[in-house]
C-alpha cells in the first residue's frame, strides 16, 4: 500500500481563512472550528461516522452570511479528499449508504471516478438551521464531488426535520466515502479497465 494517506491544505482568501488536516485512516478524531455551530457539528459526524481525523480551522466573513465559509470549506475539503488518495491503488472507488435518522430517509452514493459529477434531490422546510443556511448543503457537496473528482448523487428520500435531514446526509456521505477509499486485498493495482481514475 502507499504511504500515509493524509493532507494538509492552506487556502487563503479575502473571504475566507482555512487550513485543514485530514487523515483517511484515522479513526473519528476532530478538532473543528468554523465559526458555525451546526456546520461543526456536521463536519463532527462526518470525521466520527467515516472514521476520518479532521483538524479544521476556518475564519470566513461570517458578517457577510455562511456562503464562503460553508462553500470554501466543501473546495478545502474536497481538495484534501483528493491529494491525501493519491492514485487511489487498491481502493473500492464506490461507496454507498442508506441511512435513517428519526423520520428522516436519505441516500448517498459516490464514485471516486476522478470525473465531477453532481446530484442533489432534496428540499428543506426551514431556510436555516442555528447559523447554517440550509441552501449551502447542496453548495458543500457540490464544492466537494466538483474539487475531489467524485460522482456523488444524494437523495432525500424522506424526512421533514431540517436539522435531522443535513446531518443524515453528512453522515451518509462519510459512510459511503468510508467505504469506497477502504482497499481490498483482491485491488493489487487501480480498479478501472482504463488504469487510472
Ligand atoms: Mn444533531
Given amino acids: 500500500m502507499n504511504t500515509a494517506r493524509t493532507s494538509s491544505e492552506v487556502r487563503k482568501t479575502k473571504e475566507t481563512d482555512i487550513q485543514l488536516d485530514l487523515n483517511i485512516d484515522g479513526s473519528g478524531v476532530y478538532e473543528v472550528d468554523t465559526g458555525i455551530g451546526f456546520f461543526d457539528h456536521m463536519l463532527e459526524g462526518f470525521s466520527r461516522h467515516g472514521f476520518f481525523d479532521l483538524k479544521l480551522q476556518v475564519k470566513g466573513d461570517l458578517h457577510v ?4 465559509t460553508i462553500e470554501d470549506t466543501g473546495i478545502v475539503l474536497g481538495t484534501a479528499i483528493k491529494n491525501a488518495l493519491g492514485k487511489k491503488e487498491g481502493i473500492r472507488r464506490y461507496g454507498s449508504c442508506i441511512l435513517p435518522m428519526d423520520e428522516t430517509l436519505v441516500l448517498c452514493a459516490l464514485d471516486l471516478s476522478g ?61 459511503a466515502l468510508d467505504e469506497a477509499v477502504t482497499t481490498d486485498p483482491r485491488i493489487h493495482d487501480i480498479l478501472s479497465t482504463k488504469g487510472s481514475l
Fill in 65 to 68: 452570511d455562511s456562503h464562503h
Fill in 115 to 175: 470525473r465531477p459529477y453532481f446530484s442533489f434531490d432534496g428540499t428543506f422546510d426551514t431556510p436555516r438551521v442555528g447559523e447554517f443556511d440550509t441552501e449551502m448543503v447542496r453548495e458543500f457537496f457540490y464544492a466537494i464531488s466538483y474539487t475531489a473528482g467524485m460522482n456523488l448523487h444524494m437523495k432525500v428520500l424522506s424526512g421533514t426535520n431540517s436539522h435531522h435531514i443535513i446531518e443524515a446526509l453528512f453522515k451518509a456521505f462519510a459512510k
